[in-house]
């Protein structure tokens, strides 16, 4: 069963840095684009951040810039995402996706994801 698992959500204050982790199981993410997206209450869900397949193209959202790192560890199957100084508009839900097609991390790669984590909660207090 291919499944995305995601962890690393909690309740964090304002500055402070979480790190989310995104296993993989029945399938090997070494040859798929990894995104992550977040969807706060009330809001559409927006795509923050992708690695190609190529693992030399990444996208950041200007929101998270500087702020945010994606990466990935082919031997645990695993994508993280670096989150640092982190302020309250950043709590959300947070999902990663798997897309087979996404190589490079183009315009439309948010558009191009096949699986999908259930999430995990990030809560940023003031």
């Known amino acids: 069963e291919v499944q995305l698992v995601e962890s690393g959500g909690g309740l964090v204050q304002a500055g402070g840095s979480l790190r989310l982790s995104c296993v993989a199981s029945?399938?090997?993410?070494?040859?798929?684009?990894i995104g992550w997206f977040r969807q706060a209450p009330g809001k559409e869900r927006e795509g923050m951040s992708c690695?190609?397949?190529?693992?030399?193209?990444?996208f950041y959202r200007d929101s998270v810039k500087g702020r945010f790192t994606i990466s990935r560890d082919n031997a645990k199957n695993t994508v993280y995402l670096e989150m640092n100084n982190l302020n309250p508009e950043d709590t959300a839900v947070y999902y990663c996706?798997?897309?087979?097609?996404?190589?490079?991390?183009?315009?439309?790669?948010?558009?191009?994801?096949?699986?999908w984590g259930k999430g995990t909660l990030v809560t940023v207090s003031s």
């Open positions: 996706a798997a897309g087979g097609a996404v190589v490079r991390c183009g315009p439309m790669w948010s558009h191009a994801m096949d699986y």
């Open positions: 029945g399938f090997r993410l070494d040859d798929w684009g």
């Open positions: 690695i190609g397949s190529d693992d030399g193209s990444t």
